[in-house]
């Protein structure tokens, strides 16, 4: 878990996890699955002060050569 942000704040968030799908449609796809709506209404009995859930875009690089 984050304890302390750079300028030495407290954390906005304690714990964060990162969840890759190969497109929208699969990112889509696993939103509407029973295994996604029973893993989000878990969500509350381990994250008591809240969740935030961010949706991003990546583009994945290689090294430079």
Not at 40 to 65: Q, S
Request: net charge negative; hydrophobic share 40%.
């Amino acid at each position: 878990p984050a304890h302390r942000t750079a300028d030495g704040e407290p954390a906005p968030y304690s714990r964060v996890s990162d969840v890759y799908f190969d497109d929208t449609a699969a990112r889509d796809h696993a939103l509407a699955s029973p295994e996604m709506a029973e893993a989000l209404a878990d969500v509350p009995n381990f994250a008591t002060g809240g969740v935030t859930i961010m949706f991003c875009e990546y583009e994945d690089y290689g090294p430079a050569a």
